[in-house]
């Protein structure tokens, strides 16, 4: 009998993969537990690690973007800011945003990204990141964590009248996170 079961759910699980089904991705999993702690100290900011990659065309301006992180309390690494190198093209147009970034923190890293890398067309999913992170133009995922999103789409992310629940529920729905297959995870 036990033999039967355990092939039973063997064969389940093997016919779910190979049909492409897979369980979605609950919204109670997409914002971090109570029990949380950020690495770092919250009170003037919720992005913990930050990492930017940006065109070379910004590589005299690494002092300014430094400068202007530093004052938002962002903690600044040398690996921080890394450039693209030059003949190699623009870097991707996408943003990673934390579960437990605040929606303001948000906002500004999204207007920085537009500043500094032209445009913003692509999100990654959250889950593949941790709470208290943001990645501007990322090619550290593949193209099954990433959705496109368009201009209309960036304008309600941008809302000023979002709290950080509204933001990350609409990020959510965005990403379509809830039908995600968890192929990549």
Not at 10 to 15: A, K, N, P, Y
Not at 80 to 107: E, K, L, M, Y
Not at 144 to 173: C, G, N, Q, W
Request: glycine share 4%.
């Amino acid at each position: 009998m036990k033999r039967l079961v355990t092939l039973s759910v063997c064969l389940f699980g093997f016919w779910l993969m190979l049909s492409g089904y897979s369980l979605a991705v609950s919204k109670k999993f997409l914002f971090p537990p109570s029990s949380y702690k950020p690495p770092c100290d919250i009170s003037k900011t919720t992005i913990c690690t930050i990492e930017i990659w940006l065109g070379h065309k910004h590589k005299k301006k690494k002092k300014d973007i430094k400068s202007f992180l530093k004052s938002k309390s962002i903690k600044v690494l040398g690996h921080t800011i890394q450039f693209w190198r030059r003949g190699n093209g623009h870097p991707p147009t996408n943003i990673a945003i934390g579960s437990a970034v605040s929606a303001a923190d948000a906002r500004m890293v999204i207007d920085f990204a537009l500043k500094y890398n032209d445009e913003l067309n692509g999100l990654i999913l959250r889950p593949l990141n941790p709470p208290n992170y943001v990645a501007v133009a990322t090619s550290a995922w593949d193209e099954m964590s990433e959705v496109a999103i368009t201009p209309a789409d960036l304008k309600k992310l941008r809302d000023p009248k979002l709290t950080t629940e509204d933001f990350h529920s609409l990020y959510y729905e965005l990403t379509n996170e809830g039908n995600v297959q968890n192929k990549f995870y």
